[in-house]
């Protein structure tokens, strides 16, 4: 079982309409989780970070976390052709700067104009 | 967010020669950077961890003496890629995680390294 997983995709979503994005993790130690998005060629960026159970909401984006099921999600509102990316998911069990965090293989989203 | 910030964004090399990449936190002190590298449509594969003043750490399977890792600085880790070869080449990534007890990990531009 790998440590993060993630559906590769790729995910098709119309322009204007909400894309889910999933992503499970195996380690029940983990503590704090981050969405990243990737554009083709270029490095991640972090759109979301989360540390609690529940939603948190930035803009279009709401991550959700559920520790209990060791689940987390990421929502896009309204989707725009620009969002069309790689979507990673990372986890961490701790919050001290050493601590490496580990990626799922990402999702592939395009949004359809 | 914090900026990290990675030189050059690109390179091309003859086969058997080094290539030096930078990188450098802009706005913080990272006492650990982590390296990655990136094939085509693949996921990040994590390389090392870069601690400053102390030996890096390596994941199973890479080589350290092929990739040479130096945190000479607070804000400054360096990856040496020796004796290039043609498989070697890929898109190389550092990262920094803000702050002692930090939180989100930033990273750089990115290093497309092309070995001929």
């Known amino acids: 079982q790998k440590e993060v997983e993630q559906n590769s995709g790729p995910l098709s979503v119309p322009e204007g309409a909400i894309a889910s994005l999933n992503c499970t993790y195996s380690d029940r130690g983990s503590q704090s989780f981050f969405w990243y998005r990737q554009y083709s060629g270029k490095s991640p960026e972090l759109i979301m970070s989360?540390?609690?159970?529940g939603d948190k909401e930035d803009g279009r984006f709401t991550a959700q976390l559920n520790k209990a099921s060791q689940y987390v999600s990421l929502l896009i509102r309204d989707s725009q052709p620009s969002d069309s990316a790689t979507y990673l998911c990372a986890v961490t069990r701790s919050n001290f700067g050493n601590e490496k965090l580990t990626f799922g293989t990402g999702t592939r989203l395009t949004i359809i104009p | 967010g914090a900026v990290v910030s990675q030189h050059p964004s690109w390179v091309i090399c003859k086969s058997g020669t080094s290539v030096k990449i930078e990188c450098r936190s802009l706005?913080?002190?990272?006492?650990?950077m982590f390296w990655y590298r990136q094939f085509p449509k693949q996921s990040l594969m994590l390389m090392a961890t870069?601690?400053?003043?102390?030996?890096?750490?390596?994941e199973q399977g890479v080589e350290k003496d092929k990739f040479l890792i130096n945190h000479a600085s607070l804000t400054l880790s360096t990856l040496t890629v020796t004796s290039a070869h043609p498989e070697d080449s890929s898109f190389y990534i550092c990262?920094?995680?803000?702050?002692?007890?930090?939180?989100?990990?930033?990273f750089g531009q990115g290093t497309r390294l092309t070995v001929v």
């Open positions: 870069s601690n400053e003043g102390s030996k890096a750490t390596y």
């Open positions: 990262s920094a995680r803000a702050g002692r007890v930090a939180t989100e990990a930033f």
């Open positions: 706005d913080f002190q990272a006492t650990t």
């Open positions: 989360i540390y609690s159970n």
